[in-house]
């Protein structure tokens, strides 16, 4: 059961989070719109723009009412205004928002049940050729950057074969609709979402063939087998159902990692989601955008790791609390 302890945690992680995104334009030296916007946009501005956005922060005011009003804007849905895209950031962030999901989520469920598998097979196998290939191979792969993958899958399948698009979320201009529009985003899909994927496997991987290796050694898998269940049926049902548990948590803390390889990929493949967000703002110093970006992706993780945990507690049986014969709750069972 998820106790409160568990979500003051996560309620001082994002607390955390906003002092993070307020005070570090204010801390730097210099004019605080200045640092928010940057000398080439204050270039730009007239006289009474700047009163207006000085008024706008509350920059004429006390830091602690210069916070309120921050936390204010926020529960509005106003996160700044983006002089490089010249419309509000809420607005150009959660356009993107949900292709960096698709990317991400898409990668996770790649990367989750190849990994699962795979590390099942190798920790059944363990010091076998094939968990010893396994092994080798995906270390392998652990060892590029999500950058350099990318790279590499684009120019195979892009390039030399030229079986899959080299860049963008879907085919400008093609007026796709209905299943067409589906197809065409998931030819667009493969090659990020691979790319993404495969350098995330290890944690996976080594996370399911060490357990398995571990819940070998316990006295119900020897059980199953003095009954004369198939090797599969042991394997599977009894000692892999068991290994994914940790895979379930493994998935939260990947998540952030995902994300953050994602801004790598999307810039490879010019993908339309927060990374190319972040590459755009950079060129043009965007800071309110980068604020956003930078909000809406830990926050995002917050919550993801939060749904995890809750999910875990109530999946694993062991982690529940027990009840006693006279009907007092107990701790849980681990």
Known sequence: MFRL???????????????????????MPGDPLTAIYGEEALVHMTPDAQEEL?????????????????????????????????????AVVFRAVP????????????????????GMESGWRRGKRTDRALLA???????????FIGMIMLIVFGVVLKVLPLAG?????????????????????????????????????????????SILGESYIFTARAKGLRE?????????????????????????RMVTG???????????????????????RDYPLLQGVFLVVTVTVLVTNLFVEV?????????RPCISTTGRKLETTV
């Open 5 to 27: 302890r568990d979500s003051a945690n996560y309620l001082a992680a994002f607390l955390i989070i906003l002092a993070v995104n307020f005070f570090l334009p204010r801390l």
């Open 54 to 90: 000085i008024q706008r922060f509350a920059l004429d005011r006390s830091l602690g009412e210069q916070f309120l009003e921050y936390c204010s804007a926020l529960l509005r849905g106003d996160l700044g205004y983006s002089y490089y895209f010249n419309d509000t950031v809420s």
């Open 99 to 118: 292709w960096t999901l698709l990317l991400v989520g898409t990668a996770i469920l790649i990367s989750a049940l190849a990994g699962s598998i795979a």
């Open 137 to 147: 191979g995906i270390m392998f792969l652990e060892g590029f950057p999500d950058f």
């Open 169 to 213: 979320a879907m085919t400008p201009y093609a007026g796709y609709t209905g299943l067409a529009l589906v197809q065409d985003i998931l030819r667009h899909l493969i090659l990020p979402a691979s790319s993404l994927a495969l350098v995330n496997l290890g944690g996976t991987f080594l996370l399911a063939r060490n357990t398995m290796v």
């Open 232 to 256: 599969r049926v042991v394997s599977y049902r009894h000692a892999g159902r068991n290994s994914l548990f940790p895979v379930i948590t493994h998935i939260g803390i990947q998540f952030g």
């Open 262 to 284: 994602a801004l790598f990929i999307e810039t490879v493949f010019s993908y339309p989601g927060l990374g190319l967000l972040i590459q755009k703002g950079l060129q043009a």
């Open 311 to 319: 999910l875990y507690k109530k999946i694993d049986p062991r982690l």
